[in-house]
């Protein structure tokens, strides 16, 4: 991997195994997959948008969207 070393993490996302993963943050538990990636600020509608999607933490700013039940 690129610059990044492999790290074991309890989440089966893709994107920790991906070396140039294309989002920042992963979906499932908020863990840096690409830190490499810089965006704007993120806006209630796009985490309202991503909460549609089912993600539980936002892939730019690594936020929790959805909380535990």
Avoid: K, W, Y
């Avoid at 997959?33 to 539980?56: L, M, T, Y």
């Amino acid at each position: 991997m690129m610059g990044r070393s492999m790290q074991r993490t309890p989440c089966d996302n893709m994107n920790h195994r991906r070396a140039n993963a294309p989002v920042g943050h992963c979906p499932q538990c908020g863990g840096v997959v690409n830190d490499h990636i810089r965006v704007a600020p993120c806006s209630e509608s796009n985490h309202a948008a991503a909460r549609r999607h089912q993600s539980v933490f936002c892939v730019d700013c690594g936020l929790r969207l959805i909380l535990a039940r």
